[in-house]
């Protein structure tokens, strides 16, 4: 039978002394509390069976799919607490029993097959997973799309087709596959390993001919979850932040009280400088004491450390607030992609803000970098890569630069030219930067680093606090094509805080000088009404979402029909054929919102709209507001742009959007507006 938590601590405390004993007991009697809340969840009975009691030789990876449907049947009020006890419950199994698979299966559990910096992306698409349900299962591809369209997702598509097989194509696929045949969780995660490597004329055939073999020896729930990682939502509504929390509960268990601390932040905090889960997990099986994870898991260049990000303001005087009596600094924002660039040992490496690797796409960086800086002992700066018009020495808009080949870019037919924008430095000769102050960092790079126009430039900056210098400063960052500005605290908490958006950097962008609200936001399309009069034929607005990190829901804010190009609405339209589905996902929150359509979340715009207010019909931020189900929505919003860079699940997050809902200067409780008051 399998253990209760409370168990594996009875079954080790032989020769400990009392006072850890006492220390022992209060832990087990806190989990024992625990495990009540579990037990009273309203799990259906026959979901709240024992997880599978055999793993011995390996974790089965039914046991990971049970575990999935459990979490995914759990709503309510705890739900969040609720779900994180139980995964913590199969994850310290796997610690004790299995510990060599365990960073598998918690890297598929948050849909991932290594670090982010690292390209493991599996570049399998509809086409590929159809053909492999229609081959397993026996139906066409145009019947599994038909399936995939009532059921709305091809998850559910291959768990209803392999559980109603007919008894033709299950004698077929016995004499394929051993009937018995137990998936294991390593068995999947190398079968997915396996399937990322394929490339080059074939590939395609290969990773068909792979899925297949998998989802032919899966079990009906099995297939589904495997078929979701590769589409990247397991629809549990546990995303990696609940996952995180379990794990840090999990070796909170697992250690057994012995090693105290706030798990959750010494996790999130190592996770900010060193974004590697396996380093991370080898780290906490290791230690005595929490205190060792930062000393091991720390920046180091060649591993992205997760960039900080400012506060969004709407004016100068807002800053001056912030910022009494401090020293402060203000630099240009440029308009082009962030850079953190990585050297060590002749390596350079350079990643985006979402610490994807960017180094293939410009290798007139790294040779820039190999000939003047060879002689320093590694070093990671962060800056902005900005288009560049050499011949007339001016910074080009953000849409040059993303015209810019991604992959196999030949350095000698490079038509984008770049210019490095570099405003600080995060590790430098085998020393890490992260805690000096802002005025230290900035005076160290400005002494190894020099510049060179249209290749290197120190970030534009102005140390002032004259309002008068400040707003001019402000409209000469936008005459020569920049956004607005960034003001940085430059000594008192003045540290650089990788991946927050901290008070401590604040933006302030041209858009304010509209009178609207000063920052944007970056948004999800979710769905659509079909235009009239002139725009017959495309769409006339779209349903936009932000989303929720904590419930992995997306939440609607507006509609929007306004900034759209003729060129766009097109491109738009089509662009979208593509990513139909029949029904709002089960992860859209958007009762009582009428679309004509409805798509998957692909893709992310940046809106800038002229103000928030509660709403009756949005469901953004509803959590949070409390309000008989009111959420915030956004009005008169307008397209700024595509934004490239980043992931649906980057989208602004709803607490962000009541963080600035909040910082408004006029918010009337009894703010309300209608249905159609919100675009156009
Ligand atoms: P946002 O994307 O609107 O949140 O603005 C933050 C981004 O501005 C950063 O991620 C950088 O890519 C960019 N940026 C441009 N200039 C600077 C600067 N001087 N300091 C910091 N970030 C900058």
Request: charged share 25%.
């Amino acid at each position: 039978m399998q253990k209760n938590i409370a168990s594996y601590f009875k079954s080790s405390k032989k020769g400990e002394d009392s006072n850890d004993q006492i220390k022992e007991q209060q832990f087990i009697e806190e989990n024992l509390k625990k495990e009540k809340l579990i037990a009273e969840l309203k799990v259906p009975s026959s979901k709240s069976k024992q997880l599978n009691p055999e793993v011995k030789g390996a974790v089965l990876f039914m046991d990971m799919a049970e575990l999935y449907e459990q979490v995914g049947e759990i709503k309510g009020q705890n739900s969040k607490d609720a779900i994180k006890e139980l995964v913590a419950k199969l994850f310290i199994r796997i610690m004790k029993e299995n510990r060599e698979e365990f960073v598998p299966a918690y890297l598929f559990s948050i849909l991932k097959l290594g670090p982010d910096y690292e390209s493991w992306e599996l570049g399998i698409g509809q086409g590929i997973i159809v053909k492999s349900i229609s081959a397993v299962s026996g139906k066409s591809e145009k019947q599994v799309r038909e399936l995939m369209n009532t059921l709305g997702d091809l998850g559910l598509a291959i768990e209803k087709s392999k559980s109603t097989q007919t008894s033709l194509n299950k004698f077929f696929v016995s004499q394929t596959v051993k009937e018995e045949v137990k998936l294991t969780m390593i068995q999947v995660f190398n079968t997915l390993q396996q399937l990322q490597k394929q490339e080059g004329t074939g590939s395609s055939l290969e990773k068909e001919r792979i899925l297949t073999n998998l989802l032919r020896m899966a079990k009906p729930i099995e297939a589904k979850y495997i078929i979701r990682f590769i589409e990247k939502n397991l629809k549990i509504g546990a995303a990696e932040k609940t996952m995180q929390a379990a794990l840090a509960r999990a070796f909170q268990l697992y250690h057994k009280g012995n090693v105290e601390g706030d798990y959750e932040s010494i996790i999130n905090q190592a996770l900010c400088e060193c974004p590697n889960y396996k380093k991370i997990i080898d780290t906490l099986f290791s230690i005595q004491s929490l205190k060792e994870v930062p000393e091991i898991c720390h920046i180091i260049p060649g591993v992205p450390c997760k960039p900080m990000l400012a506060k969004p303001m709407k004016s100068i005087q807002m800053i001056f607030q912030r910022f009494e009596n401090m020293k402060f600094t203000c630099e240009y924002k440029y308009d082009g992609l962030r850079g953190q660039i990585h050297f060590e040992n002749g390596q350079v490496s350079i990643f985006s803000r979402n610490l994807e690797n960017m180094t293939q796409t410009y290798p007139d960086i790294v040779t820039y970098i190999h000939t003047h800086y060879q002689h320093l002992d590694g070093f990671i700066i962060d800056s902005e890569i900005v288009a560049y018009d050499v011949a007339n020495n001016r910074i080009l808009p953000f849409q040059t630069l993303t015209s810019r080949a991604k992959k196999n870019v030949d350095q000698n037919q490079i038509e984008v030219q770049v210019c490095l924008y570099i405003f600080d430095l995060l590790y430098l000769n085998r020393q890490s930067f992260l805690k000096e102050t802002l005025e230290k960092r900035r005076s160290t790079l400005r002494d190894t680093f020099k510049e060179e126009e249209g290749k290197l430039k120190f970030a534009t900056s102005r140390d002032s606090e004259n309002f008068e210098e400040i707003e001019e400063f402000l409209l000469n960052s936008i005459k020569m094509g920049c956004e607005g500005l960034m003001i940085k605290t430059l000594e008192v908490n003045s540290q650089y805080e990788p991946a927050k958006r901290s008070f401590n950097w604040l933006k302030l962008k041209k858009d304010y000088l509209d009178n609207g609200l000063s920052d944007t936001f970056d948004l999800v399309p979710i769905g659509a009404c079909y235009g009239t009069g002139k725009r017959k034929g495309f769409y006339g607005s779209y349903l936009l979402a932000c989303y929720n990190e904590d419930m992995d829901q997306y939440e609607t804010t507006c509609k929007i029909g306004t900034g759209f190009s003729d060129e766009n609405l097109e491109k738009f339209f089509q662009f979208f054929q593509e990513y139909l589905i029949p029904h709002p996902l089960s992860e859209y929150k958007c009762d009582g919102v009428n679309m004509d359509v409805w798509f998957s979340p692909v893709v992310v715009w940046e809106i800038k709209s002229a103000d928030i207010q509660i709403s009756p019909i949005y469901s953004a931020c509803s959590t949070i507001l409390q309000l008989n189900n009111k959420g915030v929505g956004l009005r008169f919003p307008r397209l700024i742009k595509v934004r490239e860079d980043k992931k649906p699940n980057e989208a602004t997050s709803s607490q962000f959007l009541y963080d600035v809902y909040k910082q408004q200067a006029v918010v009337a409780s009894n703010n309300t507006f209608e249905q159609d008051d919100d675009f156009y």
